[in-house]
């Protein structure tokens, strides 16, 4: 396992924090931290919300956007985080879908049609399966500027699928957190 984590640019133990932080943080797992301040309220699809750290650089902050997928019956959610997490700052992107879909495939994402850059799922679990990206200023900039993020994946009978998220909004959160 460690061998299939080894190629990803960043490290599975970095992988593990961002996903057990991220799942505190959206509601999915009880949280062991401090208490995290409620979600401010955006009219853009795009919202923000940070933990209740005292000092701004212990602070975990994150965008993100939560997409309901209703097909008949069913009733799935996709979410979208970006994240800039402490110490570092650095910023990172954790894309959360439901399970039932083709893993070997990965994901693949679009800013308004154009290709931008494919994923590997990094893990699965009970709640779902995790793509995590680290971005560059370059890609924040892209997205701020976008008015759609696609994201592309297989079912299981390998029929591609798309999910299509607003970027309105993400500006404007990101700036809150930054």
């Not at 401010?40 to 997928?69: D, G, H, N, Q, T």
């Not at 979208?80 to 039932?100: K, Q, S, Y």
Request: glycine letters at 8%; a positive charge.
């Amino acid at each position: 396992m460690r061998r299939l984590f080894s190629t990803l640019p960043f490290s599975l133990g970095f992988l593990r924090i961002f996903v057990s932080v991220f799942l505190g943080v959206t509601g999915f797992a009880a949280s062991a931290g401090a208490a995290d301040a409620p979600p401010a309220p955006f009219e853009a699809p795009w919202a923000y919300s940070c933990s209740s750290a005292a000092k701004k650089a212990e602070r975990l902050c994150e965008a993100y956007e939560i997409i309901v997928i209703q097909d008949g019956k069913s009733r799935l959610s996709m979410r979208i985080a970006i994240r800039f997490a402490p110490p570092e700052r650095t910023p990172a992107m954790m894309v959360a879908l439901p399970n039932g879909f083709y893993l070997p495939a990965g994901i693949r994402l679009t800013i308004d049609g154009k290709e931008w850059m494919p994923a590997a799922v990094q893990t699965c679990d009970g709640e779902g399966c995790y793509a995590g990206l680290p971005l560059k200023p370059a890609d924040l900039t892209r997205l701020e500027g976008g008015k759609t993020l696609e994201i592309h994946f297989q079912s299981i009978a390998r029929k591609e699928t798309s999910v299509t998220a607003s970027l309105k909004g993400l500006a404007e959160a990101l700036s809150k957190i930054e």
